[in-house]
């Protein structure tokens, strides 16, 4: 299995309060990225990065941000979190050097967050 | 933009049943074209690919071809087992770093 951790696993917290996941990977892949898994939607990404510093957005990144200050850590931040955030939320890496395809992506566990 | 469309769920089956879940989809271009897999709890696992025309993925006793006539990339086991009870995921690559998901289909399989 790919090295990705996620942190917290669950979380529960009000709204209006800021919150911040964690993605830490031990595999050296350059792209890493943040989807929320909602029913009837799927998996939607969030945010991406593509390395140090580089970031960029995706489909659904209004009220997210994220940094990446290494290589293998990826933090997701929610300013002030709202219910409609309440989601599970996943990192994902992938590397073209090792899979020659950026669309094979390795996927942390996931993280639950209920916004109250 | 590009989109997958997966077969509504849930579906239920019992155990050494033919499996065929459907996925269309919409893109520009030749994209690449994935089946992901979700057992409960976990994060998605890559179950098969296929990255041209008329490729057959295949893992694990599923198969998928790549149809582009049809703009489609259905899945099938011809014997399922308790254990691929688990949600499945169609997806498509088409550039830009962006991975784009079917709304998911949850497989039960009855012993």
């Known amino acids: 299995d790919a090295g990705i951790t996620q942190s917290p696993r669950h979380k529960v917290t009000e709204t209006g309060t800021p919150v911040t996941l964690r993605c830490h990977q031990t595999e050296n892949h350059r792209y890493m990225y943040w989807y929320r898994q909602d029913p009837g939607h799927g998996l939607r990404l969030i945010h991406y990065?593509?390395?140090?510093?580089?970031?960029d957005k995706g489909e659904v990144s209004d009220g997210y941000s994220v940094s990446r200050s290494k290589t293998e850590d990826f933090l997701l931040t929610l300013e002030s979190a709202t219910s409609s955030q309440t989601s599970v939320y996943f990192c994902?890496?992938?590397?073209?050097?090792?899979?020659?395809?950026?669309?094979?992506?390795?996927f942390g566990p996931g993280t639950r967050l209920t916004v109250l | 933009g590009d989109s997958v469309t997966q077969m509504e769920g849930p579906v239920t089956l019992s155990e050494e049943a033919f499996l065929t879940i459907n996925c269309t989809y919409t893109a520009t271009g030749y994209p690449s074209l994935f089946w992901y897999v979700q057992y409960p709890g976990e994060g998605l696992q890559l179950l098969l690919k296929a990255t041209k025309a008329d490729d057959k993925g295949s893992n694990k006793g599923f198969e998928a071809t790549y149809r582009k006539e049809t703009t489609s990339f259905h899945l099938e086991k011809g014997s399922v087992q308790v254990s691929d009870s688990a949600v499945y995921f169609c997806?498509?690559?088409?550039?830009?770093?962006?991975?784009?998901f079917g709304q998911g289909t949850r497989l039960t399989i009855n012993p």
């Open positions: 997806a498509l690559y088409g550039g830009a770093q962006k991975l784009v």
């Open positions: 990065s593509y390395g140090v510093k580089d970031t």
């Open positions: 994902a890496i992938s590397d073209t050097v090792t899979s020659g395809d950026p669309g094979e992506q390795f």
